[in-house]
Structure formats: structure tokens, C-alpha cells
């Protein structure tokens, strides 16, 4: 199974950039579809961008246009770059995969890493 680790959250304001990272090991993420979700306190966890295993990206409406989601094989990665950000874009961020095909339903996904805290001051 795979394990992983999220890295990059942090303080910044409104405006501003982030990398998100989620390092993998253990298996290689060629064999999952990846996505990222986020969870503000007191709200259900969203989806927030999924990159599938050809490559596929899909973005959630609310990002659409300032995040993007890529992979880089060879340093078993996904990134979330994060831009123009928001005060409403604070949330704890997780990297999430799973076998089969990618969705946007947090329920359907196998292995989770701890989360990455992104807080976005106005």
C-alpha cells in the first residue's frame, strides 16, 4: 500500500502563493488516482483538484483558474500549486489515493496522509 506525507501549508496573505506537496512511498503513484481535499473547521471535507492515473486533472469550481494540480513520477509527488489565494481557502489540505478511477468523493478514497495546515490571513 501507499503511504502519505503532506508538506507546505503555512501562513500567508490574502493574495498570495503556496506549493502544496504529498510525497508517496512505498508504491509508486502511477498506480493510484490522486486528488487533494480540504476540511475548514466546523465544514464537510471538499474536494479540491484530482489528477488521475493517464493524467486527467479536474478542479473543483472554487479553485478553477488559481490551483492546479500536477504530478511529477519520478520524485513520486503530487503538488497543489495554490495562487491568488483566499481568506476562505484556509483549511487543513490532505492528499488522498485510490484505485479505480478518480472522484470527487472523499468516501471512495483508500489512503489519506495527515494534512497540511493552510491558513490565509485578510
Known amino acids: 500500500q501507499v503511504q502519505l506525507v503532506e508538506s507546505g501549508g503555512g501562513l500567508v496573505q490574502a493574495g498570495g502563493s503556496l506549493r502544496l506537496s504529498c510525497a508517496a512511498s512505498?508504491?509508486?503513484?502511477?498506480?493510484?488516482?490522486m486528488a487533494w481535499f480540504r476540511q475548514a473547521p466546523g465544514k464537510e471535507r471538499d474536494f479540491v483538484a484530482g489528477?488521475?492515473?493517464?493524467?486527467?486533472?479536474s478542479h473543483a469550481e472554487a479553485v478553477k483558474g488559481r490551483f492546479t494540480i500536477s504530478s511529477d513520477a519520478a520524485k513520486n509527488t503530487v503538488y497543489l500549486q495554490m495562487n491568488s489565494l483566499k481568506p476562505e481557502d484556509t483549511a487543513v489540505y490532505s492528499c488522498?489515493?485510490?484505485?479505480?478511477?478518480?472522484?470527487?468523493?472523499?468516501?471512495?478514497?483508500?489512503?489519506w496522509g495527515q494534512g497540511t495546515q493552510v491558513t490565509v490571513s485578510s
Open positions: 488522498a489515493a485510490r484505485l479505480g478511477f478518480l472522484s470527487s468523493d472523499y468516501v471512495r478514497y483508500d489512503y
Open positions: 512505498g508504491r509508486t503513484i502511477r498506480s493510484y488516482d
Open positions: 489528477i488521475s492515473r493517464s493524467g486527467t486533472t
